[in-house]
């Protein structure tokens, strides 16, 4: 392009931008929850423009597989279809187990009585779902089905308190395009419904009046720095922190160790800091997801997880935020899995594979040259053989259907260790996470202060609060983009009814 060329252009964008100084709703970040938030808020009849630090927004979102955890009211019409029904209820108390202490009870409730209606929105963006399910031991379909289980509902404790039904709602497709499927169709409904969207613009802080009531905020655009107004709100939705290290390193230290920061080049905190600064507290700020996957292939499922003491810590059923979480607990986060000959396989998605600790025709065998101590695997393995062939496992409860006795050799231990873990998208090796901490708000968006009093005219939603998960421990995949698309939808309305 010649310089005169240009010219002409860059009048027309420069004109545009005086268009944006002013706009009823300012959204931060158009990922996954400032997106949602933006079309709610401009189909309430606000004025919005969304500021989007990157080129062309989609985020950690658009990355993702979009797995959504949906249900309750019946069932979603997917599950409905397929012959499936989910109560209220049932999903309610699957959540409360998973969510445990960290679980807040008002967004459980919200979140579980509007899933099923939230399913609808998302479906009438042109998102495409197939009525048809796969319930083999997989992280995410990588042919057309459109329903899988996508958290621990097939096991122990969950199995005690709710029926397991499969929730992980993923767009139809063959591959893991997810993500880009739905982003597309969310971005392309906001731009048609009048959404002004302004790319590479960095949101730098939120400003304030004397009052304390936010009246906009300062954003570098095209290298310039601007104040943009908005006299109804601003909503922070810039993703969690995960790629600043600074802040891992206060408030995720003890997860350094095993874990390798999985999102977007921007999950810098942004949006959690420019809260801080308004006034806004913190909560939940040391809870990561943190994914210690070994399967597919599920056959490992058949094998035992174990630490550099030789034992048991897990039911190897578990899903993989789960196994993550307890995974790292175990000294120096030295996992190893102890596999028989006919059920042994490598994840095809790490690579290089992971390497085998040892090899042996007998666990004897093993045990010594993995260097464990001396008799403690033999021990482990004895009890849970003696039990697996009665169809139990009195410490873990892994389901029966997983349960075999290790008697086949030759004998693998695969190691599971951070330092053996690569993933192709990853810098570093290790277990991948993100972060699950962030802005104290209501469920319906506001800003809280330490004190509990909103921030007036102060949103967020997504990665950038706590929402509703909090922990590793239980949670399931599609609890996050869920999350951020439910309650990102929520905070825009809230913020476009603030007049
Ligand atoms: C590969 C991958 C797969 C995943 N799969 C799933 C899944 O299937 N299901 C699930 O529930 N979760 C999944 N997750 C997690 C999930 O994708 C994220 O936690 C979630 O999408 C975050 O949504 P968000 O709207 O909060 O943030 P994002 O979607 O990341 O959006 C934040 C946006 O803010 C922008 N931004 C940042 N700073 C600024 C600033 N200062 N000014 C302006 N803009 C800014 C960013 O560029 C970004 O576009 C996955 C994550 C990854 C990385």
């Not at 909090?470 to 007049?499: H, I, L, P």
Request: aromatic share 10%.
């Amino acid at each position: 392009m010649n310089n005169n060329a240009i010219k002409p252009w860059l009048r027309s964008y420069d004109a545009a931008l005086e268009a944006f100084i002013k706009t009823d709703v300012l959204v931060c970040g158009y990922g996954g929850a400032g997106a949602s938030a933006a079309l709610e808020a401009r189909r309430a009849g606000a004025d919005v423009v969304v500021l989007e630090r990157s080129s062309g927004g989609g985020g950690s979102t658009q990355m993702s597989s979009c797995e959504m955890y949906l249900g309750g009211s019946g069932g979603t019409a997917l599950q409905q279809e397929i012959g499936l029904s989910d109560s209220t209820e049932n999903m309610s108390a699957y959540l409360t187990e998973a969510l445990g202490e960290h679980g807040d009870p008002e967004r459980i409730r919200l979140y579980t009585e509007g899933a099923a209606s939230h399913f609808e929105w998302v479906e009438s963006l042109g998102v495409p779902y197939k009525r048809k399910a796969i319930f083999d031991r997989v992280v995410v379909p990588h042919t057309d089905e459109s329903l899988l289980f996508t958290g621990n509902e097939r096991a122990w404790p969950f199995t005690e308190v709710a029926e397991p039904i499969p929730r992980g709602h993923v767009p139809s497709h063959e591959g893991d395009q997810g993500g880009r499927i739905f982003m597309k169709a969310l971005m392309e409904a906001c731009v048609a419904a009048g959404v002004r969207v302004q790319v590479d613009s960095q949101v730098q802080a939120v400003v304030q009046d004397d009052s304390g009531r936010v009246r906009g905020v300062m954003a570098k655009i095209d290298g310039k720095e601007r104040f943009i107004e908005a006299t109804r709100g601003v909503v922070l939705s810039t993703g969690g922190f995960v790629m600043n290290r600074k802040m891992l390193e206060k408030h995720c230290a003890h997860t350094l160790p095993f874990g390798e920061p999985y999102g977007n080049q921007w999950d810098m905190g942004d949006g959690i800091q420019m809260g801080m600064a308004a006034g806004g507290n913190i909560i939940n700020m040391d809870q990561c997801f943190i994914s210690m996957a070994f399967y597919p292939p599920a056959s490992l499922t058949y094998g035992i997880l174990i630490n550099n003491k030789g034992q048991r810590y897990i039911n190897e059923d578990a899903y993989l935020a789960r196994l993550g979480h307890y995974s790292g607990q175990q000294d120096k986060a030295e996992i190893y899995m102890l596999v028989q000959n006919e059920d042994f396989d490598l994840p095809y998605y790490l690579s290089p594979p992971p390497p085998l600790a040892a090899t042996g025709d007998s666990i004897e065998e093993v045990e010594r040259e993995a260097g464990l101590p001396e008799g403690a695997l033999q021990a482990t393995v004895d009890y849970y053989n003696k039990y697996a062939a009665q169809g139990q496992d009195p410490l873990f409860h892994k389901a029966k259907d997983w349960l075999k006795p290790l008697t086949n050799g030759p004998f693998a231990l695969i190691s599971f260790k951070p330092e053996d873990v690569k993933y192709p998208l990853g810098n570093d090796n290790g277990w991948l996470m993100f972060t699950l901490g962030g802005l104290e708000t209501r469920p319906t968006g506001e800003v809280l202060t330490p004190s509990g009093q909103a921030i007036p005219g102060l949103y967020a939603a997504g990665r950038t609060t706590a929402g509703l998960p909090r922990t590793s421990k239980g949670y399931a995949s599609g609890m996050s983009v869920g999350d951020a698309t439910f309650f990102g939808r929520m905070a825009g309305r809230q913020a476009a009814a603030n007049t």
